[in-house]
């Protein structure tokens, strides 16, 4: 038989060592077998005649240390109490007792041989000094091969120039910091002040990812030192924020009601060291933690689409520690990570680690050790670091920016620091901190320590120390003393601007005729492959006769804009089929299982469309943010039910309702959200048309609830045409997908544009009561009103209301007495309270009533028996 060990040796090492890192964390994670094996390898490397070998001990013992060494690291700048005990280091455990013994290095030194407490403070020097590396057992042995290439056997030191660099960035980073209190004493400003070191790290991370190919960084971040990396890295002028800690200070015009000085965004080009250009952009954000996320990494890959080096784009996110361990959003976020739709060829996490979230302690704040355990998850490596070693965090950094561009996976900063004072600067920390309080207003600042120890080597003297703090000051004092500049108000939009969005018959039958063939070879599901013949038999014909349904409507609108080059985006849960089986945008081959999106013929513009994660949170902001990095695009997102986008309130409330007015920011991303009361339940009958009424304003958002497949199509084509950007919300239907009433004719395509009101086709003239409606429920009205002598007007857009057409319509009816607004939400929901004041300046001289179901705490009945029940009581009241 082999001899074991030989057979160790021809096996591949990596892989071994990959198995048995994971095993040391967790036994239950490899096979049996392999559970096993490592079971009888570590009892006999504890038996006595093992003690004269010691090359596989050895091997155990250095990857005790890359596995655990991170646990003696010393990253903790304000450590109280005593230090971790990690007896998976106990070198007993690995049948060694004679530190002087000597052995093999296993390559981990420069010599082959050497006494084991060498080896030890090697190992002690790499893993347990202010950096603690977590990197093993991810199964991946190549980046766990490339990291420990590039520390052992000794981790790299900067260079003299690079010292000084960073000095000049912790410079301006502290003065800057201190320059406020003194000027603006007592103000918020959320300092770095603890984690200055943030700021040389991230200059690293632009010169060693420009050296590798990156040209774009997209970052978010929280308020925590935001000002500084606002003005010390991306450029806005000190001046600019020194005005906007003026009690005088009113928001920029294109601002609109504008926001908090440490929300807002900026952009800059700046040149590396090797001359290349390379842009930056600090995205604007709430104060809701982590929201930002999904948005830069949304933005980050539209700005990648296109691009042959999806990797030059690079998203960076700085995170709290209490955020990162506490926000749900940080796992929906990093599940696009290798996400086909969504993936961005790696993120940078950077945690701004000061130890409390607010006033709540680590132990308060999460179960894990590490803030930053989640990223085992998902297979990135972790490097934990002390903010006061700024040499070796600005290593670290280039190192994680080296990880990412050779392995297109997210890579994790811990940086370790404290907050200098309280959550913001006139709150009291030590209430709830106070030994931690009582050890760091005892501490110098980082850059005086830095500074300190370079005039100690003997690379810069105290006088140049002093002449860094000196100048910056006086560019400071200038930079105070610049006026703020006025600007001229903007014109105001009209949001009823008209525009063309018919296409002639012989297109659209064109178009049809594109994406309805199949390519040679392709086998389609039978009933697909029907589907797509009745499909194109919609446009042939009498086109006068209304046989195009939503599906089909849908599919030339995105058709007619592909033409015209207009990008397309549709992502969702079951977007792709779509939840109600009515879009088929990609087919399968029955055979092959290969995708087929039979839209992608129509033009060299990209159409998209991806099946997302079961999440709302995290995908809609993702796609907010590529709508907001491609606005001349048209991207859509889908709630499988209208019911669910409640999941992404954080999303609309603080980005798609209100970011035109707090930061001039223009994203025309469309909600698809199914709407409809059929008898499905409480959870999938409502997108809530009440709630995005109620945070709609100054015309910056469209909501819409249209009643024809043609409506829809002038819709969103003139969404993708219109001369300005925002966000529209249609609510789409269920039933009436293939509702024959619904439908429409192919002169409804080729004629007109949309229509925001659509009076009542009957023509009513003489009626005395006027019925006011929206969606599908204008179909139910029309059922039951028979032969009756009352008209029914839709309100297709609810937002912007057009009161100035419906005006003009309802006037045509001169013998009107009631108005009436009928609706199948309750009464507390849909739009009624929202449009009721307009009604009652409208038509001061009129009855205006309501009709539909009553009050309620839940948005529909139960059951589908107690459904119709509801439907016939409130439809015989709206007609008695």
């Not at 009745?534 to 599919?555: A, C, F, H």
């Not at 499905?680 to 009958?685: A, T």
Request: hydrophobic fraction near 40%; include cysteine.
């Amino acid at each position: 038989m082999d001899d074991p060990i030989s057979y160790v040796n021809l096996s591949s090492m990596q892989y071994i060592d990959t198995l048995y890192a994971a095993y040391l964390q967790d036994s239950n994670s490899v096979d049996v077998s392999w559970q096993r094996f490592f079971e009888g390898m570590q009892f006999a490397e504890k038996l006595p005649q093992a003690a004269g070998g010691g090359e596989l001990r050895v091997a155990r013992l250095i990857d005790a240390y890359r596995i655990f060494g991170h646990k003696l690291a010393k990253i903790n700048p304000i450590a109280i109490g005593s230090q971790l005990d990690v007896p998976e280091l106990t070198i007993e455990n690995f049948g060694f007792t004679n530190l002087d013994e000597v052995v093999p290095t296993c390559g981990l030194l420069n010599q082959a041989k050497a006494p084991i407490k060498d080896l030890i403070s090697a190992l002690e020097a790499i893993y347990c000094g202010t950096i603690g590396f977590e990197y093993m057992g991810l199964q991946n042995p190549e980046l766990e091969a490339f990291i420990q290439a590039q520390i052992e056997p000794q981790i790299p030191s900067l260079t003299k120039e690079e010292r000084r660099e960073a000095l000049v960035h912790l410079n301006r980073s502290e003065v800057f910091e201190s320059f406020i209190q003194m000027k603006f004493p007592g103000q918020k400003r959320f300092s770095l002040e603890g984690g200055e070191t943030l700021i040389p790290m991230l200059f690293e991370i632009f010169e060693t990812a420009g050296e590798l190919g990156v040209r774009d960084a997209l970052l978010g971040m929280a308020h925590r030192g935001r000002l500084n990396v606002l003005t010390n890295v991306l450029g806005k002028p000190y001046s600019a924020i020194f005005h906007e800690f003026s009690a005088g200070h009113f928001p920029k015009t294109w601002e609109g009601s504008g926001d908090v000085k440490y929300h807002k965004g900026y952009k800059r080009k700046v040149k590396l060291r090797g001359g290349e250009e390379f842009s930056l952009e600090l995205a604007a954000n709430p104060s809701h933690l982590e929201a930002v996320d999904p948005v830069v990494l949304g933005a980050t890959r539209a700005r990648q689409n296109g691009r042959s080096q999806k990797n030059s784009v690079l998203p960076i996110l700085l995170h709290g520690d209490a955020a990162i361990a506490g926000q749900g959003i940080i796992y929906e976020t990093l599940q696009f990570c290798r996400l086909k739709g969504y993936e961005t060829a790696g993120t940078l996490h950077i945690v701004i680690n000061n130890q409390v979230g607010f006033t709540a302690s680590n132990e308060e704040a999460r179960s894990n050790l590490y803030c930053t355990d989640i990223a085992k998850a998902f297979g990135a490596p972790v490097f934990h670091v002390n903010g006061e070693d700024p040499e070796s965090a600005v290593y670290v950094a280039k190192l994680a920016a080296q990880v990412r561009q050779k392995f297109g996976c997210d890579v994790f900063i811990d940086l370790s620091c404290y907050r200098k004072y309280g959550h913001n600067e006139s709150d009291e920390p030590s209430f709830t901190q106070p030994r931690e309080y009582k050890l760091i207003r005892s501490r110098a600042n980082v850059r005086d320590l830095f500074g300190k120890k370079l005039v100690e080597a003997g690379e810069l003297s105290d006088v140049e120390v002093k002449a860094l703090v000196d100048d910056f000051k006086r560019e400071l004092e200038t930079e105070l003393a610049i006026p703020e500049k006025q600007e001229e108000s903007s014109a105001p939009i009209d949001p009823f601007v008209s525009v063309e969005t018919a296409q002639p018959a012989d297109q659209l039958k064109k178009f049809a005729e594109q994406f309805c063939s199949m390519p040679e070879g392709f086998h389609p599901h039978p009933k697909l492959e029907k589907l797509f013949e009745q499909r194109l038999q919609m446009v042939s014909g009498n086109p006068d006769e209304k046989r195009i349904d939503w599906g089909m409507g849908e599919y030339l609108a995105y058709a007619t804009l592909l033409q015209e080059n207009i990008s397309i985006r549709i992502s969702g849960q079951d977007s792709r089929r779509g939840t109600f089986s009515h879009r088929h945008a990609a087919l399968i081959d029955q055979e092959s299982g290969q995708a087929y999106l039979p839209l992608e013929k129509i033009s060299n513009a990209t159409f998209e469309v991806h099946n997302s994660p079961l999440s709302e949170y995290g995908v809609m902001g993702f796609e907010y943010g590529f709508s907001l990095e491609k606005p001349d695009g048209l991207t859509i997102w889908e709630a499988q039910f209208g019911d669910f986008v409640n999941g992404a309130q954080i999303i609309i409330d603080q980005f798609i309702a209100s970011a035109e007015r707090k930061w001039g920011q223009f994203a025309p991303l469309v909600l698809f959200l199914p709407h409809g009361y059929e008898g499905q339940g409480p959870e999938h009958s409502s997108g809530r048309i009440e709630r995005f009424l109620q945070v709609a304003g100054n015309d910056s958002i469209f909501i819409c609830n249209v009643t024809s497949p043609a409506q829809e199509f002038h819709l969103l084509c003139r969404h993708a045409k219109l001369p300005f950007k925002r966000p529209l919300v249609i609510f789409t239907p269920k039933a009436l997908l293939r509702f024959a009433p619904s439908l429409s004719s192919v002169h409804d395509f080729s004629q007109g544009t949309f229509e925001e009101i659509l009076d009542d086709p009957a023509q009513k003239t003489t009626a005395k009561k006027l019925l006011l409606c929206s969606g599908k429920v204008y179909y139910d009205l029309v059922e039951k009103r028979g032969d009756q002598d009352i008209a029914i007007v839709r309100v297709e857009q609810l937002y912007p209301l057009h009161t100035e057409k419906l005006k003009k319509i309802v006037d045509k009816y001169a013998q009107i007495e009631e108005v009436m607004w009928v609706q199948e939400e309750h009464e507390n929901m849909g739009a009624w309270e929202f449009v009721r004041p307009h009604f009652m300046a409208l038509f001061p001289e009129k009855k205006l009533s309501y009709g539909g179901r009553g009050r309620s705490s839940v948005t529909s009945a139960g059951t589908i028996a107690l459904h119709k029940k509801e439907q016939a009581e409130w439809l015989e009241k709206v007609f008695s």
